[in-house]
């Protein structure tokens, strides 16, 4: 079957989707984006991802008129050209086509909409999740603007690399304070000795994530303490359990950081409770 991406206006086959060589997405990073992930149908967190996107392009002064209702249905056409149930999207929108110029362009020009879907495997998801997951440690060499949702993604990129090539799964990344500010693409997150839930509290570090903002009501719905404050690799290391949050990994265990094992190598009760909450709740 073949697949559609929509650009700007229109849907196309995948293979022929591009943008023009001028975009300021392809030439600055001057540009955002949005994942969801799709479950029956269903856009996970919906809202939340929706209310990130506009934040995000306000920041960066990208004039963006659609509304949210529009896009919601160009998404659903997406995923039924696609016939996808189970999947993720990715919304980038750019600033749009310019001549190449640092500075905004004088002119008003129309931002570039680009959408993709493609499946995902719940079960290899599941599968994961038993096992729980390895992570790395690296130094967090990101700008300081975390909190907004750009395509400027080389240090992230670089530092899943570094994690694909020591065979683990994604890498939490370290800030000059020796404090551990997120994973390249998730939240971080440790439960202590005591049993409290622990994250980084939210700041230009970090990206707000949202299945963040959802674990945290969850948690609080089942009375688990919670601390939103910063933590050290060695602080994780001799945690009671570890695990990353994201759109594509939900929940996911953390079994591993560094050479260290967490707790007895398996993932956590409390990881994985949450992971169900979460599941069930969408
Ligand atoms: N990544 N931190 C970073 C740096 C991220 O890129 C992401 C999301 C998160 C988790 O945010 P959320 O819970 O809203 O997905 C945290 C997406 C999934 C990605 O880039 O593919």
């Given at each position: 079957m073949s697949r559609f991406a929509y650009v700007n206006s229109?849907?196309?086959?995948?293979?022929?989707?591009?943008?023009?060589?001028?975009?300021?997405?392809?030439?600055?990073?001057d540009a955002v984006y949005e994942v969801w992930g799709v479950r029956d149908g269903h856009l996970l967190d919906e809202q939340g991802h929706f209310d990130r996107l506009y934040?995000?392009?306000?920041?960066?002064?990208?004039?963006?008129?659609?509304?949210?209702?529009?896009?919601?249905?160009?998404?659903?056409?997406?995923?039924r050209r696609n016939r996808i149930r189970n999947g993720l999207v990715y919304l980038q929108i750019s600033r749009g086509v310019a001549p190449r110029d640092h500075a905004f362009p004088q002119a008003n020009i129309a931002p570039t909409v680009v959408l993709t879907a493609k499946r995902f495997n719940f079960d290899a998801a599941a599968q994961r999740a038993e096992h729980g997951i390895r992570v790395i440690t690296q130094d967090d060499e990101r700008w300081g603007r975390c909190d907004i949702k750009s395509v400027n993604l080389l240090p992230n990129v670089l530092a899943k690399q570094a994690a694909r090539e020591e065979g683990a799964y994604e890498a939490w990344l370290v800030d000059g304070s020796g404090l551990v500010?997120?994973?390249?693409?998730?939240?971080?997150?440790?439960?202590?000795?005591?049993?409290?839930?622990?994250?980084?509290?939210?700041?230009?570090?970090?990206l707000p994530g949202i299945t963040r903002k959802t674990v945290i009501a969850i948690a609080k719905s089942m009375s688990i303490p919670l601390v939103e404050r910063a933590f050290s690799p060695e602080e994780a290391h001799s945690s009671r359990e570890a695990f990353i949050t994201s759109a594509s990994s939900f929940v996911m265990p953390v079994v591993q950081i560094d050479d260290k094992i967490i707790a007895n190598g398996t993932p956590?009760?409390?990881?994985?409770?949450?992971?169900?909450?979460?599941?069930?709740?969408?």
């Open positions: 229109g849907f196309l086959p995948h293979r022929d989707a591009c943008v023009h060589i001028e975009d300021r997405g392809f030439q600055f990073g934040r995000s392009l306000d920041q960066l002064d990208i004039l963006f008129e659609r509304s949210q209702y529009s896009l919601l249905v160009t998404i659903h056409e997406l995923l500010t997120e994973g390249s693409s998730t939240t971080a997150w440790i439960v202590s000795r005591d049993g409290e839930l622990i994250t980084r509290p939210l700041d230009n570090h970090i956590g009760s409390l990881s994985l409770s949450l992971r169900n909450e979460y599941l069930r709740a969408q």
